[in-house]
């Protein structure tokens, strides 16, 4: 009766933790299986992905991408309404780690050196409206919501409380409001148009200075979600089954998703294969805390 309970408690953990740290499964799956737009359209866009990756073997971009963003604070309380300085933090956060300059890089194990990626991209805040106009590239919506789950994406609406988007094809939006029990989610790329395109963040993850919650407090809630939002499936694999397929060849397969700071090698040859280092738990589309994730791959960056 002991183990049953041990086993059930263990189980139950791992299902709330992984629930809390990322909704973008969740989310996607729900799509999968009510809309068949959606299905046709994201199954297109990875053959089409992978397709591309095989004629690009050695592919190497020599340009930086900049993508600019709004970012839509939406709050009820003063706390919830971060400033510019935690937003910015963020910015700093994301261009550090899509270009490998994050310090904590040194902690990335040797065995994986040499794969770990600048992904040559960057982040900037909008400084033109869909209308022409100079801005910010910072909405701020009061609201007479508590808190938002990803059920309706309310958060991205005016009419629920919320704030519309800005055009996706021109901006990355980003929201940031009080989130149920959730650090972030995504939007994942597809042919099909999706209406609430983008990354949703907790306010308490958003960025690593002001109201940041240990132990979410370094950014990479958002770089993980921009992960998403750029193609890139949790390391583990799609769905919630263990040793699934991730799409990218430098990424050793993986059983489970890993939760605070393990110690290298973790799950030494985890799912039947030859793999004495493990599981790369420092990989920014893992779950570790934050202060645990440190690269992207090679591999990665081309999916991107």
């Known amino acids: 009766m002991k183990q049953t309970l041990l086993l059930l408690l263990v189980v139950f953990t791992t299902h709330s933790f992984s629930q809390q740290r990322c909704g973008t499964t969740e989310r996607t799956e729900h799509l999968l299986q009510n809309n068949k737009d959606f299905t046709i359209a994201k199954q297109k866009v990875n053959t089409e992905t992978q397709k591309w990756i095989e004629k690009n ?96 994406d309310d958060m991205k609406s005016t009419s629920d409380g919320g704030v519309d988007g800005w055009p996706s094809d021109d901006y990355l939006n980003i929201w940031i409001c009080n989130l149920d029990n959730l650090l972030g989610y995504s939007t994942v790329p597809t042919s099909w148009n999706d209406p609430d395109d983008g990354v949703v963040i907790g306010y308490q993850y958003f960025g690593d200075m002001g109201v940041v919650q240990y132990p979410y407090n370094k950014g990479r809630t958002a770089t993980h979600e921009i992960g998403h939002w750029l193609n890139l499936e949790h390391v583990w694999g799609t769905g919630w089954s263990g040793c699934g397929d991730d799409y990218v060849n430098d990424t050793p397969t993986q059983e489970y ?41 090679l591999g990665q960056k081309t999916r991107m």
């Open 257 to 297: 998703e890993n939760y605070g700071c393990p110690s290298f090698p973790e799950a030494p040859n985890s799912c039947n294969t030859n793999n004495p280092n493990g599981d790369m738990f420092m990989n920014y589309m893992d779950y570790t805390n934050d202060a645990c994730m440190n690269m992207f791959t």
């Open 57 to 152: 073997p050695n592919f190497s971009s020599k340009t930086i991408i900049t993508i600019p963003v709004v970012v839509h604070v939406v709050y009820k309380t003063t706390v919830q309404n971060i400033s510019v300085n935690q937003i910015m933090s963020q910015f700093d956060v994301l261009n550090r780690d899509f270009r490998k300059l994050n310090i904590d890089t040194i902690n990335t194990p040797s065995v994986w050196k040499q794969i770990a990626a600048d992904c040559e991209i960057e982040f900037c805040l909008a400084t033109t409206d869909p209308n022409g106009n100079s801005t910010t590239g910072i909405t701020r919506t009061q609201t007479s919501t508590t808190s938002f789950g990803m059920q309706g």
